[in-house]
């Protein structure tokens, strides 16, 4: 179930920028990337197919059923789909067990939007058991609006994800700032018109119009996300997703 509250001061579009910030799970709050290339490999090994190195590329920063109907194409493997969807989240969640360490910036950066009361969401393709078994880690307090990649009849790369975030938010996407770390994720918010702050974990991410580009999310603060401007009203340099 979706989970979501209206932002104590929203800002209205003449108020200072951003109204809102809209962020990314894996790979940009969490170092779970690895975590979920370990239960993909893990899944596949037991259904006796070893994965190459190339795939990871493709399945990186993809909502579930893309990436897992990507790899049973890719193998050849003989499991339903949503069997192995059962059996990659399954492995997933073994691994959250043994923690789930933050990416370098993130709890400092959370700490100053909550104590700005600038609105943050969790916008992620991951699912909600998977999103709520990490939200223990990152603070549920932290966000006023939670979207999982299950809770949308689409998830990223449609711009669906990033504009039910910034409604629920009452902030006009034109006027956030999403922070991602794949292209699948930049497709997402630039089509939504978001000013996007790329940190890229696993593959590189070029600059474009309306996009920044920074090396980790320590250098990701308030003060930092306050003297962007609103992405240009023209669509930016597309970034195409890994695969649809």
């Not at 509250?5 to 990337?33: C, K, N, Y």
């Amino acid at each position: 179930m979706t989970r979501s509250l209206t932002a104590a001061g929203a800002r209205e579009a003449s108020g200072p920028f951003p109204q809102a910030v809209l962020i990314d799970m894996d790979g940009t709050l969490v170092d779970t990337e690895g975590f979920w290339w370990e239960a993909e490999v893990e899944v596949f090994r037991g259904l006796g197919h070893e994965l190459a190195e190339e795939h990871r590329q493709v399945v990186v920063g993809g909502p579930m059923t893309r990436s897992a109907g990507y790899l049973l194409q890719a193998t050849g493997a003989r499991i339903g789909l949503d069997q192995l969807k059962d059996l990659l989240n399954a492995a997933f969640l073994r691994r959250l067990e043994r923690g789930v360490p933050l990416m370098p910036g993130a709890r400092h950066l959370l700490e100053q939007l909550r104590a700005q009361q600038v609105p943050a969401a969790l916008v992620t393709a991951s699912h909600r058991t998977v999103v709520d078994r990490v939200l223990a880690s990152l603070g549920a307090g932290n966000f006023a609006v939670t979207l999982a990649g299950d809770d949308l009849p689409r998830t990223k790369p449609h711009p669906d994800p990033y504009l039910t975030a910034a409604a629920r938010l009452g902030a006009d996407p034109v006027r956030c700032v999403a922070i991602e770390d794949t292209a699948t994720g930049v497709a997402s918010a630039e089509a939504a018109g978001c000013r996007v702050v790329a940190v890229p974990s696993v593959a590189p991410i070029p600059p474009a119009a309306g996009r920044s580009v920074v090396g980790s999310l320590s250098e990701v603060t308030l003060p930092f996300l306050r003297a962007l401007e609103p992405a240009p009203a023209a669509a930016p340099d597309p970034v195409a997703p890994v695969r649809p």
